[in-house]
């Protein structure tokens, strides 16, 4: 991969991976709740998510995912339920104390893992960087090589970044109140982003 091709790639993924979705959301509410250090545990799932799919991706899964319509419809239909019942239960939760017992690190892990891959949507980011960003007359491992670190480089950053919005917001929001209007923000976000999975096509080879 020419360091001009890597360039684009770059600026494509980091634009990828800063847009807020489900992923962020499930950051920040960590980093409001958890405190910074067990809320990376949800990032490390992230990260383990990502790794899969550009391996997956980079043997053509991805993109045999995005040709099947049933096989999308069934997933972003499943997708969608999950996000939409998080918002719920925690629109329903604001109003009660943060439990004060910890949640388990494998908890926090299985949850995080379980919101970055039930969304098909996300086949499309990296259906995309494969499509436009690979290129053809070189061996594919070769440029995994640049692509991965690259990528989880990135990820890291954005997720990280957002984690810390988490802590910060959570430390600010002392008041009962504007901690329940948070938490009922950060609720009814996984309830559109459920909403709009729900509505959306399949990804096709070209589109984020």
Excluded: D
Excluded at 32 to 54: C, D, E, K, P, Y
Excluded at 57 to 67: K, N
Excluded at 147 to 172: E, H, Q, R
């Amino acid at each position: 991969m020419s360091f001009e091709a890597w360039s684009v790639f770059a600026l494509f993924w980091a634009v990828f991976v800063t847009t807020p979705g489900p992923n962020a959301v499930n950051c920040i509410s960590n980093g409001m709740n958890l405190g910074f250090l067990r809320a990376m545990v949800g990032v490390l799932a992230i990260l383990t998510q990502a790794s899969l799919f550009l391996v997956l991706s980079a043997l053509g899964v991805t993109a045999l995912i995005a040709a099947s319509p049933a096989g999308f419809w069934l997933a972003k239909m499943i997708g969608a339920g999950f996000l939409i019942y998080l918002g719920l239960r925690g629109w329903q939760n604001a109003t009660r104390p943060v439990p004060q017992t910890e949640r388990p690190v494998r908890h926090v892990y299985l949850h995080a893992l379980a919101i970055a891959t039930i969304n098909p949507k996300s086949v499309a980011g990296y259906l995309a960087a494969f499509s436009q960003f690979v290129q053809p007359n070189v061996p594919i491992w070769e440029q995994m090589v640049v692509i991965m670190p690259t990528a989880l480089v990135l990820t890291t950053l954005s997720y990280t970044g957002f984690t810390l919005i988490g802590v910060v917001m959570g430390k600010a929001a002392m008041a009962a109140v504007f901690n329940v209007w948070i938490r009922r923000l950060l609720a009814i976000c996984f309830v559109i982003y459920g909403v709009l999975l729900g509505l959306s096509s399949a990804p096709q080879a070209g589109m984020r």
